[in-house]
């Protein structure tokens, strides 16, 4: 708060704090390019592949090639359905008993010769000893790995403001921590951040360091205002100082990021997530002339924040799109199914995009919200993008109503209505791990989470019947609460299965309360199996190891084994599970198959 110019060391003579600071970021920029320098080899893999580069970037509508007709495939009905009419039809139709969704190209029509993805083990594969150890929980979605990263960080931190430091003789020290973790702050917040690119990671991924250090840079400002209210305090100048507009300025600084932290908690962001969002872009954009208006010096660190979160907002608006799409209600589900068939281009299986509603039916603010939905199809696709999103709080649950309420529409007769919406996206997904280049495939998800299920599958069955695949087994592992959750899906399910000839396919539903109407298993086609209790992941991942190792047809009979990718989306605790079951396998077994890799969405 101290209105000196940034040339003037701290009060120990020995100890230049800019250069300090300065050195400080170095160090963390360093840190995170070895990390970067870790994850090239996968980077370079993946990206070898010239459709890599026009995935997961911008969403966009290709033209789709033309399909010779098909030779007729066996049909699954419920015991009530009658002979197959509806070779044609896509997954729009799948919350009904009747569908046949064929949601990817038939195998038949792949052209001879394959071009298998190349595969890089990933570090925990290589280290398996040391990734279960950073692997382990210390609190629910809490790992070791990310508590030692954020040790270092805070070590660093401690460090710069402590070396031949008192803050409370020298606040001037804990002021320039603070300011040099302004662009780290503001960098950590973007959904297009740098850091992420390099690493493979989304924004999702990284939150929680932008969290902490977030939190570590309103101690350091409120230590560095604490130390020279205490100094005038003790000199009898606080009532002078206090009036000088550089200090003002301060004051305005603090009060921002107090508020900022304030609102952070999680009571706003669970219960007035809208507050929130709305409070930290407000107060962040205050903040940035009110710390340069203090303190004139900072500017290169102001400057710098300010280009990451323009930066940010420019690729945010050049990822957003605005189309009609059509929405339907999945009641067995409690899901809003959302189509934008003008969307078949541009995602990877696994990522995310925001989404807002611009209808009034959502309330006079629920168009200015944007919700996070996990894309549930492959690209390249008739139907396009689809969207299920499940109804969990009042934003979804006006937009479930909405679906609802339109019942048949005037339009042709379909059911469902159509709406306007805003898309801003992709986001997120498996970054620089690629699942067709792995030899088995596993899914553990729950609840709606069978969304990054859904695309991953259709993606790699998708990527087989190019030639593309180097999978042998795909597994699916779907927790439900009630049984009847799988009949809606049943058609899409059933689809997949035939679609998987060169890739054996297995989905496993498991419900864990009892239904007063259960899902009947008779019209369950072979591949598709219904249970009660909690799935045995180890035991399902035991098997899968297994079959890698020893199954193979055409091509895939002769091939390396590359490992097994798991893959999770769900509550934290199946998180939590998984990674503890990996940890559990013998390194024997684990060497044999190539390794195992768990990627949490």
Known sequence: MEATTLSVSSTSPAVNAFQLVFHIDVFLLALAGVFALFALPRAVARFSRAAEWRQ??????????????????????SPSAGP?????????????????????????????????????????SRVPTFANILRYRLDAGFSVGQALILVIYSAALVYAGFLKSNPFADPLRTGFVAMSQIPVVYLLATKNNILGIFLGLGYEKLNYIHRFAGTLLVIASNVHSIGYIYQWTIDHTFSKNIRMSPHIWAFVALVTVDLIYLFSIPFFRRRAYNFFYCSHVVLFVLFLPAIHAHQPGVWPYVIAAAGIISLDYLIRFMKTRVFNARIRPIPDLMLTRIEVPQLNAGWRAGQHVRLR?????MGWFGWAESHPFTIATATK??????????????????????????????????????????????????????????????????????TFA??????????????????????????????????????????????????????????????????????????????????KIAKVLDAVMSRAVSYG?????????????VGVCGPTGMGDDVAHVISQVDGGRRWAVGGIEMHEE
Not at 414 to 440: K, L
Not at 500 to 526: C, M, N, Q, W
Not at 553 to 565: E, F, M, P, Q, R
Request: hydrophobic letters at 35%; glycine letters at 10%.
């Open 56 to 77: 997961g970037h911008i969403l966009r509508a290709i033209p789709l090639e033309r399909r010779a007709p098909r030779p007729p495939m066996r049909s699954v009905q």
């Open 84 to 124: 197959s009419t509806a070779d044609n039809l896509t997954s729009e139709e799948s919350h009904t008993l009747h569908s046949e969704a064929h949601l990817i190209r038939h195998p038949a029509a792949k052209k001879e010769g394959w071009s298998l993805p190349p595969h890089v083990c990933a570090w925990s």
């Open 357 to 361: 509603v611009l209808s009034s039916a």
């Open 381 to 450: 696709t008739p139907e396009g993008m689809v969207l299920l999103c499940k109804k969990t709080g009042g934003w979804t649950g006006r937009l479930y109503d909405m679906a609802k309420a339109a019942g048949y529409a005037s339009d042709e007769g379909a059911y469902g209505r159509t709406v306007q919406i805003m898309i801003e996206g992709p986001y997120g997904g498996p970054g620089h791990c690629v699942f067709a280049s792995y030899s088995a495939a596993i899914f553990v998800v729950g609840g709606s989470g069978i």
């Open 454 to 535: 859904l695309s991953a599958v259709q993606d790699i069955l998708q990527r087989d019947s190019e030639g593309a695949s180097r999978v042998k087994i795909i597994e699916v592992i779907w927790s439900v609460q009630d049984s009847a959750s799988l009949t809606p899906l049943v058609p899409q399910l059933t689809a997949l299965i035939q679609q998987s000839i060169y890739t054996p396919l297995k989905i496993s539903v498991h419900y864990t309360r009892t239904s007063e109407k259960p899902a009947g298993k008779d019209f369950l086609p072979p591949g598709l199996t219904l249970t009660a209790g909690r799935p």
């Open 553 to 565: 047809s055409n091509v895939k009979a002769s091939l390396d084994i590359t490992g097994v990718v």
